[in-house]
């Protein structure tokens, strides 16, 4: 029984060889197919990774009180949108010291800049440091953890110290083989003292979150004194369970600082960071859709050649049938040696498209700084759609040659 597989695949084989252009070519229509789903399934796979773990490191019950809600309504010809009013700083200290709901810590910041340069004796940065100016729960609630060192506390912000907690690469390239804690550099002029250095975070559509200085709120204030600074406030709760009432409360004590009364709409957005992990994903589930549409399609169009190749195939070699068959060859026997042929291609035009997908994932992850995983399930998905077509493509042809008539076979020229 195996001796009589192992010859059918080695005249599959043999007969792949002889149409080796033919074969080429409809190897490369299923490895495009194969190639589209396993790479757009790998490419949205690391973005999904990647947003969902700089969201996910804040932590399921941290919400953020912020100008605009995270996506934006889309509203009809000729109406305005509505501006909602920047986070001023009267609001964030308001609310600072009016919340006081038990369990929660809040933090308050602003961006100062993201171009700043920073020195340290005689090395300095290019001009593309970002500068934040927060209070002492920033760094927790934005879950963010240090390498080494400590992060600024209460008596930094209270007292105005000139202190700093630096990102991983900002460590690395201002201190080459030296302890940055204690060390001083300079921002815009002004000397902070290294308090503490941060774990590598990585970069999010090329903003690099490990270049950066964390400094006290007032500090940041005197230095950048820009006009309409917008602030962010962020709210964690320690007990999972007292998070919608922790929200609820934050809503009341801001519509109080913005004076709004019961019946306008809040002029500001609330959001979770799982709230945002789920809306990114159900964009990105649209380009799964994409994937799956242009692979179909192209997967549709090999079938067909696939199932084309075998049936000029079975016409070539009417005589060689007839000549086995005379011989003593079962129906199953040339059925299986041409569904035999067709898997072989299915799998040869899966393999190489799968192989070539996870290499286009990896590259669109590597250029755009993604988190990227071996894509399993696209792999997966990948190989039984090629069994599939291959198995569908390969049943008519296979029949067709099984009921060939041996005599007519023979007579075929």
């Known amino acids: 029984m195996f001796g009589l597989v192992r010859e059918n695949i080695r005249i599959a084989f043999d007969s792949i060889k002889s149409q080796l252009l033919r074969t080429i070519l409809t190897v490369l229509i299923i490895a495009i197919g194969i190639t589209a789903l396993v790479g757009i399934l790998s490419a949205v796979s690391a973005l999904e990774n990647t947003i969902s773990s700089d969201f996910s490191s804040m932590g399921s019950n941290t919400f953020n009180i912020q100008r605009y809600e995270f996506t934006t309504q889309r509203r009809g010809r000729g109406e305005v949108q509505k501006v909602n009013p920047i986070i001023s700083y009267r609001n964030v200290k308001d609310f600072e010291e009016t919340y006081e709901f038990p369990g929660t810590k809040t933090s308050v910041s602003f961006t100062g ?40 506390n209460i008596f930094d912000v209270k007292n105005n110290s000139n202190v700093c907690v630096i990102g991983s690469d900002l460590n690395k390239a201002l201190f080459e083989n030296v302890n940055p804690i204690g060390k001083t550099i300079s921002v815009r002029g002004v000397k902070f003292k290294v308090i503490g250095t941060l774990e590598s975070k990585g970069a999010t559509f090329g903003n690099n979150q490990d270049l950066r200085v964390i ?47 019961p019946l306008e709409e809040n002029d500001f957005g609330l959001e979770r960071s799982d709230d945002l992990i789920n809306r990114i994903g159900s964009i990105t589930i649209y380009l799964e859709y994409a994937a799956w549409i242009i692979s179909i399609i192209t997967i549709l169009g090999s079938s067909i050649a696939l199932m084309n190749i075998l049936f000029v195939s079975v016409t070539e070699r009417t005589r060689e049938i007839g000549v086995r068959k005379a011989l003593g060859a079962k129906k199953k026997t040339i059925a299986f040696q041409f569904f035999m042929e067709a898997l072989i291609i299915g799998q040869l035009g899966g393999i190489i498209g799968i192989i070539c997908g996870v290499l286009i994932g990896l590259l669109v992850a590597t250029i755009a700084e993604f988190q990227f995983t071996t894509p399993w399930f696209a792999m997966f998905s990948a190989f039984t759609i090629a069994f599939i077509v291959a198995v569908v493509s390969g049943l008519l042809p296979a029949i067709k040659a099984a009921k060939l008539d041996p005599i007519e076979s023979l007579r075929h020229e």
């Open 113 to 152: 800049t993201r171009g700043a340069e920073v020195k340290f004796e005689n090395n300095k940065t290019d001009p593309e440091v970002t500068v934040i100016g927060a209070n002492e729960n920033f760094i927790q609630n934005s879950g963010l953890k240090l390498e080494n060192g400590r992060e600024i």
């Open 215 to 261: 400094i006290p709120i007032q500090n940041a204030r005197s230095i950048f004194t820009l006009p309409n600074i917008n602030y962010q406030i962020s709210v964690m709760v320690n007990n999972k369970e007292m998070l919608e009432g922790a929200q609820d409360h934050a809503i009341i004590t801001f519509r109080n600082i913005r004076g709004l009364n």
